[in-house]
Nanobody, 119 residues
Framework: QAHLVESGGGLVQPGGFLRLSCDAT????????MAWYRQAPGKQRELVGS???????NYADSVKGRATLSRDNGKNTVYLQMNSLKPDDTAVYYC?????????????WGQGTQVTVAS
């Protein structure tokens, strides 16, 4: 069982910068992938980016070149840094962690943090 807590959301001006953090605690598989998703009002949840425990990253086309994921494996913490923010980036941002175990795939979500891009 894992428990995820996101922090760092809020109101950001267009063209601004955000940094989100997600701390995962509990019994977590060593070889895991942590990711950020977002869900805007009236839209489906979408992947922002992911990072494996080995450091391999993957980004959605909509944020490529603007977003950077990093992680501290010792703390099971993942960070999302994103610049040149646009109103379209307004969404609730969710942290996710998943790994494979002998009991099957494990998949946990945080409660989400609101990011609003507006002047």
């Amino acid at each position: 069982q894992a428990h995820l807590v996101e922090s760092g959301g809020g109101l950001v001006q267009p063209g601004g910068f955000l940094r989100l953090s997600c701390d995962a605690t509990g019994s977590i598989g060593s070889f895991n992938t942590m990711a950020w998703y977002r869900q805007a009002p009236g839209k489906q949840r979408e992947l922002v980016g992911s990072i494996s425990s080995g450091g391999t990253t993957n980004y959605a086309d909509s944020v490529k070149g603007r977003a950077t994921l990093s992680r501290d494996n010792g703390k099971n913490t993942v960070y999302l840094q994103m610049n040149s923010l646009k109103p379209d980036d307004t969404a609730v941002y969710y942290c996710n962690i998943r790994w494979s175990s002998i009991w099957g795939p494990q998949d946990f979500w945080g409660q989400g943090t609101q990011v609003t891009v507006a002047s």
